[in-house]
């Protein structure tokens, strides 16, 4: 069985800095894309950045030149490091993996971290 068990989360003040972890344990030979999504109240989950397992990064134009992904594929771990924080980073942070398995992948996700961002 897979569990992923984020960190990270807080309050801050704007222009301040969080770095979220999702660790992933149980039957993992390999994950592939790991990703962090966001769910704002009353608004729909959007990606946020992903990274491959060989390093490529993609990132939300709203969080551009602010987070960054990483991942260390030893520990199984994601992290998000965001930086100059605003209010509208205010969300649940959702971190997703994909592990292959034969010909399939298989989603999973992690319980959710809250980030409240005051301006």
């Known amino acids: 069985q897979v569990q992923l068990v984020e960190s990270g989360g807080g309050s801050v003040q704007a222009g301040g800095s969080l770095r979220l972890s999702c660790a992933v344990s149980?039957?993992?030979?390999?994950?592939?894309?790991m990703r962090w999504y966001r769910q704002a109240p009353g608004k729909q989950r959007e990606l946020v950045a992903g990274?491959?397992?060989?390093?490529?990064?993609n990132y939300a134009d709203s969080v551009k030149g602010r987070f960054t992904i990483s991942r260390d594929n030893a520990k199984n771990t994601v992290y998000l490091h965001m930086n100059s924080l605003k209010a509208e980073d205010t969300a649940a942070y959702y971190c997703?993996?994909?592990?292959?398995?034969?010909?399939?992948?298989?989603?999973?996700w992690g319980q959710g971290t809250q980030v409240t961002v005051s301006s």
């Open positions: 997703n993996v994909k592990i292959p398995t034969g010909t399939f992948s298989w989603d999973y």
């Open positions: 149980g039957s993992v030979l390999s994950i592939s894309d």
């Open positions: 990274i491959t397992r060989g390093g490529s990064t």
